[in-house]
T-cell receptor, first 114, second 111 residues
Framework: DGGITQSPKYLFRKEGQNVTLSCEQNLNHDAMYWYRQDPGQGLRLIYY???????QKGDIAEGYSVSREKKESFPLTVTSAQKNPTAFYLC?????????????FGDGTRLSIL | GQSLEQPSEVTAVEGAIVQINCTYQTSGFYGLSWYQQHDGGAPTFLSYNALDGLEETGRFSSFLSRSDSYGYLLLQELQMKDSASYFCAVATMDSNYQLIWGAGTKLIIKP
């Protein structure tokens, strides 16, 4: 079955450490996204990519970095510059980024600070 | 700025009908989407409206009025499994067609 796989499910970060969250999709979608969700809040866009080797900053990109070397993969690095990284991180994909395409989500990664 | 408002919580009885409202203040409105998210889970797409009117998909319907900057999600024949959070999200030209999400409405269903 096609879908989006995020790993790990839970992740703990030490002070000053960078961590990378994995996102892989086999839906053959061109567009991929990373969102952050804090308790009781909606999703906020971190980065998105419309095509391989291209990505754009979302509303809260500071302290995060991404790469898109393959169509299937869109890893997110939470750097030490992100001072409040504790959140639920969701990866999504869609056939296009024109706002009317349904986004398909992975099961998320919960990141906490040790 | 761009903003969306939806009630934080709605309570209904199993078998009943419930409406979840969403009002938005945006420029360059393109479309309104609805997503469902169970506790701790992934959001799943429910519906999309770009034009005024009602879109029906099984027990769920979604309505949009562009002139009123308003939409709603209507859930009929409520089942316990419908207990979840429901998010409206708008795409606008100003956001480069990326989704701007509301804070979500937690739907509590009582037997």
């Amino acid at each position: 079955d096609g879908g989006i796989t995020q790993s790990p499910k839970y992740l703990f970060r030490k002070e000053g450490q960078n961590v990378t969250l994995s996102c892989e999709q086999n839906l053959n979608h061109d567009a991929m996204y990373w969102y952050r969700q804090d308790p009781g809040q909606g999703l906020r866009l971190i980065y998105y990519s419309q095509i391989v080797n291209d990505f754009q900053k979302g509303d809260i990109a500071e302290g995060y970095s991404v790469s898109r070397e393959k169509k299937e993969s869109f890893p997110l690095t939470v750097t030490s510059a992100q001072k409040n990284p504790t959140a639920f991180y969701l990866c999504a994909s869609s056939t296009g980024t024109d706002g009317n395409q349904p986004q398909h989500f992975g099961d998320g990664t919960r990141l906490s600070i040790l | 700025g761009q903003s969306l408002e939806q009630p934080s919580e709605v309570t209904a009885v199993e078998g009943a009908i419930v409406q979840i409202n969403c009002t938005y203040q945006t420029s360059g409105f393109y479309g309104l989407s609805w997503y469902q998210q169970h506790d701790g889970g992934a959001p799943t797409f429910l519906s999309y409206n770009a034009l005024d009117g009602l879109e029906e998909t099984g027990r769920f319907s979604s309505f949009l009025s562009r002139s009123d900057s308003y939409g709603y999600l209507l859930l009929q024949e409520l089942q316990m499994k419908d207990s979840a959070s429901y998010f409206c999200a708008v795409a606008t030209m100003d956001s480069n067609y990326q989704l701007i999400w509301g804070a979500g409405t937690k739907l509590i269903i009582k037997p």
